[in-house]
């Protein structure tokens, strides 16, 4: 995941960096208000920030186009071992980052009975895994069959054991079957998990449409033909997502096969725009910077993870330390709309810093 692209793949670095830095900046509010774009539609909807999950599975994929190069040259034991072993970590470390501080305040081992057992890295892990079987065992027209059998399988099976609704859905209902209350996500009001185990399958294509987008643009060349075919697929995707639409609902939370479809198109064609400028016209103007995220981007990920469950422990003046900082350098002279985002954005700034001083060494932690 934090492989460097080469030159001709700059815009693919800029990509990953630019979406971990939005990723960074909508998990981080300093306080209850944020500006609409930077929060998940409540329900049926898309947002921004609704992009920045799946972008990341996108360019999860668009990284595994150059890690299945590497993996031709070898064996089947080799490449199952390696795989295997990335994606279990991946789903590993999401697991101790719901258990982090591993502790409860009365200094006794935190319970395990309690801890959430999906998540967003959780779900990479399983994406890359199964993305890579699908690649390796199938080529594209595996990944393309398996594309199309997910996203209507996932339709039929939300049509038809029950509703689009946050109460009724089928994805919580296998949820609570196989995992149980007390491992699941309850910011919703009840126990649902919009990383959950169902609806993980259609996630896969995220992963499938990175590693297409990728390959095309290594076999083809960052030119003209190259940027109008990644606009067409991408803008034909926004057609069918807004047509499905109306048959099922645009929804992150239950990631939706119409969801699916419209944040492959956006990833598409930004993806396009990237090349265009980047890669074709020679832009370089601030392109280091998202480089710099993209070179480490799983550890900076935990890094903000971790930095904001200590900051919400720490104490400081009666708050936690990270309402204190939001209150005083931020929420003392701003509107709290303004506040909270220029936290976030401070607290982005800062994970790059750390991503910046690692680059500088050349230190780059890979699974």
């Given at each position: ?7 001709r ?16 900046v909508?998990?981080?509010?300093g ?52 795989v ?5 970590l ?22 395990l ?7 967003v ?20 027209r ?7 059998v ?38 919703e ?28 643009l ?28 109306v ?23 930004i ?32 890094l ?36 909270s ?17 690692m680059?500088?060494?050349k ?5």
């Amino acid at each position: 995941m934090s492989n460097s692209a080469s030159p001709r793949y700059l815009a693919l670095d800029v990509f990953r960096g630019l979406t971990l830095a939005l990723m960074i900046v909508v998990n981080t509010p300093g306080g209850p208000e944020s500006y609409g774009p930077l929060e998940h539609a409540a329900w049926h909807g898309f947002t921004l920030t609704d992009l920045v999950f799946p972008s990341f599975l996108f360019v999860v994929g668009a990284a595994l186009s150059l890690s299945m190069q590497k993996f031709g040259g070898h064996g089947e034991a080799y490449f199952l071992k390696r795989v295997v072993k990335r994606g279990a970590l991946i789903f590993l470390v999401g697991y101790l980052l719901y258990w982090f501080p591993f502790l409860t305040p009365e200094w006794t081992l935190a319970p395990l009975g309690a801890t959430r057992v999906m998540g967003v890295l959780q779900r990479i892990g399983l994406c890359y895994l199964f993305g890579a079987l699908i690649v390796r065992y199938g080529g594209m027209r595996g990944a393309l069959a398996f594309s199309v059998v997910a996203l209507l399988g996932y339709w039929w099976m939300l049509a038809s054991f029950g509703d689009y609704t946050l109460a009724g859905n089928a994805a919580l209902k296998v949820d609570l079957a196989l995992l149980g209350e007390p491992h699941m996500y309850r910011g919703e009001g009840v126990p649902f998990d919009p990383e959950g185990i169902l609806s993980t399958l259609p996630s896969i294509v995220n992963v499938l449409a990175g590693y297409a987008a990728a390959v095309w643009l290594r076999r083809k060349g960052p030119g003209p033909r190259t940027v109008a075919a990644l606009a067409a697929a991408g803008a034909a995707c926004l057609l069918l997502a807004y047509g499905w639409d109306v048959l099922l609902p645009i929804n992150k939370k239950l990631w939706t096969s119409s969801y699916v479809a419209c944040t492959v198109g956006w990833d598409l064609i930004i993806l396009a725009a990237l090349v265009a400028a980047i890669d074709m016209a020679g832009a370089r103007f601030g392109t280091y910077f998202f480089e710099v995220f993209g070179k480490n981007t799983l550890f900076i990920y935990v890094l903000a993870d971790v930095a904001v469950v200590v900051l919400a422990r720490l104490h400081a003046g009666g708050e936690t330390v990270y309402r204190w900082l939001y209150q005083t350098l931020f929420l003392s002279w701003a509107s709290p709309l303004d506040a909270s985002l220029l936290f976030a954005v401070a607290f982005m700034l800062a994970c790059w810093l750390v991503a910046y001083a690692m680059d500088r060494r050349k230190i780059y932690v890979k699974l």
